[in-house]
């Protein structure tokens, strides 16, 4: 589970790039009831989504040559820049260099081998986002890329994650869990195969929602699209995936309640 613990390796901040910041935020405050503060006019205007006063993500506009409006995952990492070299030893490519973002901390942009957009951020004032594991907040992310292990492969070199296989229809989902704690305790995310030739390697974040339903109808009424369901999942729950008005996918997640042991 996620929790704003966020030990190295795990996923503590989110933001979505956008070609118009202020009407994403429309957009997620219909959907999620967010609310946007900006970070300040040194921003650029970058500003924080906000979820009863605490943040659930943060949105700014498109930053890098030809980029598209999506959402980036970041992972705790205790030195950006150590993290930076392991990446490219690993074959990945840094895209953005470690660099200070005022006193909150350190960032880099990173790519991995298969060509997923990831980033790492090294806390200092800010140690991450202020509430997950609740609806409207990030409660999982997932990796869609080919092939699985090779994939998860360099993610375990760069932060020592760890896996644990689960049988579903037409596929072994990787379940991924940071290098310590216990392994389905503290596991994050999942790692799946490309849904078609299509869809590029990327991460999406899934955000909680009890009504499922309900969120796709504010998201759809919004100016969003549905990409997949709603529909459940025996032993996962009942999900959805959708893209904003920009066209950035983002998902949804109502969990099944844990069985009796």
């Not at 990409?227 to 032993?235: I, K, N, R, Y």
Request: glycine share 12%; hydrophobic share 40%.
């Amino acid at each position: 589970m996620l929790t704003t613990d966020f030990p190295a390796g795990s996923p503590c901040w989110i933001d979505l790039g956008s070609p118009d910041p202020a009407a994403d935020a429309a957009f997620y405050g219909t959907v999620f009831g967010w609310t946007f503060r900006s970070a300040g006019p040194e921003a650029g205007g970058y500003g924080f989504l906000q979820l009863d006063g605490k943040t659930a993500a943060a949105v700014g506009p498109l930053t890098e040559e030809g980029a598209r409006s999506a959402w980036t995952t970041y992972f705790h990492a205790p030195d950006a820049e150590a993290t930076c070299t392991a990446v490219e030893r690993a074959g990945g490519a840094v895209r953005v260099p470690a660099l200070d973002v005022m006193d909150a901390g350190r960032m880099a942009q990173l790519t991995d081998p298969q060509g997923a957009r990831f980033a790492v951020w090294q806390p200092a004032a800010v140690p991450g986002l202020d509430v997950v594991s609740e609806d409207g907040a990030l409660i999982w992310v997932e990796l869609h890329t080919s092939p699985v292990d090779a994939g998860f492969a360099f993610y375990r070199t760069v932060f020592g994650w760890r896996s644990e296989d689960f049988p579903a229809p037409g596929m072994t989902y990787k379940v991924v869990s940071p290098a310590g704690g216990d392994l389905r305790a503290t596991s994050f995310g999942g790692i799946a195969p490309v849904m078609d030739e299509a869809q590029p390697p990327s991460w999406t974040p899934y955000f909680g929602a009890s009504d499922v339903d309900g969120v796709v109808s504010r998201a759809t009424g919004a100016g969003g699209t549905v990409l997949m369901g709603p529909e459940d999942v025996p032993d996962v729950g009942r999900l959805a995936w959708l893209a904003d008005p920009f066209g950035a996918p983002f998902a949804l997640i109502k969990g099944e309640p844990p069985k009796d042991s």
